[in-house]
């Protein structure tokens, strides 16, 4: 099982040869995409990844590109590898949307400044990890703030630096896994997301979520207009933009503590989950900036790795399931219902359902019945419904 652990690095004078690096990578970057379009405009066809990083290796001879020498060649190679799926996952969603089989439109990889460049990765050499909270890379020794243990066999190091200047360590672990000894409660069920109620669940619990965004909306637009009022390449126009991008990491941080928090909180309470597939893209057209500010993909993702961890199985239901038209009592489906419903009357039965604890129910139910469990009836799926 793969595992990631992640520590920040100490800021120090040293650190500079890591942006130096990061920097080397994303001229590498910009002449790999300049290789890969010149060749296409040549011959008519993809530059293969093993041709380029023969390329590469030449160039770094040359005396005009010595300068590449100070990131590893591993990292090199992983540039080049990178940017080769980037073509093939163009090229095949091109076929495919030619074929009619999917809509989405994939981007070729790009162009990009030197300073917006992210990260590079070491695999086997490079690097090397001593005692205590020290790596070696290089011939530089860095140390970072080790808050836990590292776990298993460490397969690749990379390093990544976020939009505040911060760099920040990635070890990527083989761990065996181990048995879970998990305390079982007995308890199951299913939860509809919502812009109103973040989660409701089908045994009636609600779960409301911060919108950091949105409470941080008068900070942000103050940090950015102090942004567009300075010289552009000036200090004073870098230290705010500091600060603006100080404020979204803060934004982001309240978000993932409260999606780490409620993740843990489900995990401990139930022993299944039964979670709704959502359409995040027509979501996001519709309501825009409260869908990315609540995160539910990102809080899905965390769901299953907490759950993961600590032996709680989580279900994703058929996207296509009518869970909100479906009658939890009678199984009758109400084509009439519109967005502005939250609360409606069955046709068939006459009965009044709330809008998401109904679709919780039917969640909750479809989850249990489509997974290998036995059928869960309406009487003991639908709870004061």
Known sequence: ?????????????????????????????????????????????????????????????????????????????????????????????????????????????????????KSFTLSQAGWKLLEGNRLKIGSTVYKFAKSHDIEGTIKRVTIKRDPL????????????????????????????????????????????????????????????????????????????????????????????????????????????????TLSLQGMKALWGRKVSDLGFATFAETLRYVARNVGTGVQHINPWFPSTKLCSACGCVNHAITLRDRVWTCPDCGTTHQRDHNAAVNIFREGASSHGGHPVSQVSACVDG
């Open 165 to 276: 200047g911060d760099l920040y360590v990635y070890f990527s672990c083989l761990v065996d896994e181990q048995p879970i000894a998990r305390l079982m409660t007995g308890q199951s069920a299913g939860f509809d997301f919502g812009l109103t109620t973040y989660l409701t669940g089908s045994d009636g619990t609600e779960h409301q979520a911060p919108q950091p965004l949105k409470k941080s909306l008068k900070a942000l637009a103050k940090a950015n207009r102090r942004l567009s009022r300075k010289q552009h390449g000036s200090c004073n126009r870098r230290q705010a933009r500091l600060h603006l991008a100080r404020v979204h990491k803060r934004v982001a941080h309240q978000r993932q503590a409260f999606h780490w928090e409620l993740a843990h909180t489900l995990c401990a309470t139930y022993d299944t989950i039964a979670l709704e």
């Open 1 to 117: 099982m793969r595992t990631t652990f992640k520590y920040k690095l100490y800021s120090s004078k040293r650190t500079m040869r890591l942006h130096r690096q990061i920097n080397v990578g994303g001229a590498i970057h910009n002449h790999c995409i300049a290789l890969h379009r010149r060749y296409y405009r040549l011959y008519k066809k993809s530059l293969s990844c093993f041709t380029l990083n023969n390329h590469l290796a030449t160039l770094k001879k040359l005396p005009k590109y010595a300068w590449w020498k100070q990131l590893g060649s591993q990292a090199i190679q992983g540039i080049a590898a990178r940017i080769d799926r980037g073509y093939k996952a163009f090229f095949a969603n091109v076929k495919a949307r030619q074929a009619g089989k999917v809509r989405r439109r994939v981007g070729p990889p790009s162009f990009r400044k030197v300073r917006h460049a």
